[in-house]
């Protein structure tokens, strides 16, 4: 995750994370990626049932009934542990969340044992009265994916009028005094209504953007070939930060993130170098603060069914069950040679990753990624976009 606006538009200082002695338990939301002891951010796919087919969707989720899904009273054990362990954030997705009947009463559980409470949802069913209860729980922010404007955003969920009632879902969490934001997942069929997505963003007072860069995973894999050119994600990188930036000028401090790219951060660090050289100095000590992919170490999974993954697109992945034992001895346990090697893995990385002088900073980037292209885990990830002269190598490295 890197924080466009924290780093380019200069809302975030080194000093603001140091105040709070980088611990994930003191430090607010906006600045829990600069924490020292990365306790993970878990993401609990709590349902696999969704009213949408989006052609993207890494949990394959359809509008059926599914077996097997963690109980009442087994989502409150997982919360205590979570709570018991330190985990910062607890991010209830699924499918999606609200159509599991008993979201509301874990949320405000999870909200009791003083856990940061988040929502990822596809806001169709965020109706007015949903919106009330989902500001009696006191989250912290609500995502809604929306992947383009309307005709995109259909065309992506399979859903007609997917985007009008997402839309609604925002403006009712608004209305209620709920952070909302926007999640766009980046690809060639959505990339060029970004500008659209700003404007509306700018109309309709929308707090929160994250661009998530598509990851090859569930029927996400399927997309490989629609995933942008490293020069066109260079482009709308580049954009980002040019509407960003005019928004912060014209007084619109949106917050805005890109994710699942760490190669975002040296290309960041890189455009001020040439444009405000000691913003630069303040952001790349920023940058090693975030650390890069944290994948098994920062942020894990929890499935449906109780499973625990490294990250909630490496599901065929399971380093344990909660219901055989809690997450938090999964997540330490490094007797499991895989979970060990995630714990250190720039010592595992290949090819140009090994080489590259951003590696503490990237943190070799998204592994799932890698072996979904490669079928090596520990190849470089095909996503990062630095050319070998910006990662400080003057020779070509193989996978």
């Not at 044992?113 to 922010?141: D, Q």
């Not at 066109?232 to 619109?252: A, P």
């Not at 909660?322 to 090819?351: C, Q």
């Amino acid at each position: 995750m890197i924080g466009i606006s924290k780093l380019y538009c200069g809302t975030v200082e080194p000093s603001d994370a140091l105040r709070y002695g980088r611990d994930s338990k003191k430090l607010p939301s906006h600045l829990l990626q600069f924490s020292r002891d990365k306790k993970p951010v878990v993401v609990w796919n709590m349902g696999q049932r969704c009213n949408l087919k989006c052609i993207h969707c890494y949990s394959q989720s359809r509008d059926i009934e599914y077996p097997n899904e963690l109980t009442t009273a087994e989502g409150k054990d997982l919360i205590d542990d979570l709570a018991g362990f330190g985990v910062p954030v607890v991010l209830f997705s699924g499918g999606e969340p609200l159509m599991r009947e008993d979201i509301m009463e874990l949320a405000h559980y999870a909200k009791a044992k003083g856990l940061r409470a988040v929502i990822s949802t596809n806001g169709t069913l965020i109706t007015r009265e949903k919106a009330r209860e989902l500001k009696s729980v006191g989250l912290s922010y609500v995502g809604v994916s929306l992947d383009g404007m309307r005709a995109t955003n259909d065309r992506f969920r399979a859903v007609e009028g997917a985007f009008d009632m997402a839309l609604q879902g925002i403006r009712n969490c608004m209305k209620e005094g709920i952070k909302v934001g926007l999640r766009f997942t980046i690809n060639r069929g959505n990339a060029q209504d970004i500008p659209d997505i700003f404007q509306l963003i700018r109309e309709e007072g929308i707090p929160r953007v994250c661009f998530y860069h598509l990851v090859y995973a569930g029927r996400g894999s399927k997309l490989i070939k629609e995933d942008l050119s490293h020069e066109e994600t260079r482009q709308v990188v580049g954009l980002i930060m040019d509407k960003t930036r005019e928004l912060h000028d014209q007084g619109h401090k949106l917050e805005v993130l890109t994710v699942d790219n760490h190669a975002d951060g040296p290309y960041v660090y890189l455009r001020l170098l040439r444009e405000d050289p000691q913003r630069a100095r303040e952001v790349y000590e920023l940058l090693q603060m975030n650390e890069g992919n944290n994948s098994g170490r920062g942020i894990g999974c929890v499935s449906w069914d109780g499973s625990v993954h490294p990250d909630q697109f490496w599901r065929h992945y399971v380093l344990g069950n909660v219901r055989e034992r809690p997450f938090s001895e999964i997540w330490e346990d490094t007797s499991n040679p895989f979970m060990a090697r995630l714990k250190e893995k720039k010592r595992y990385v290949k090819g140009r990753c090994a080489g590259c002088k951003w590696l503490d900073i990237c943190g070799g980037n998204f592994r799932a990624r890698a072996e979904a292209f490669y079928g090596d885990m520990w190849a470089p990830d095909p996503a990062c976009y630095l050319t070998d002269e910006e990662i400080g190598l003057t020779t070509a490295v193989n996978a």
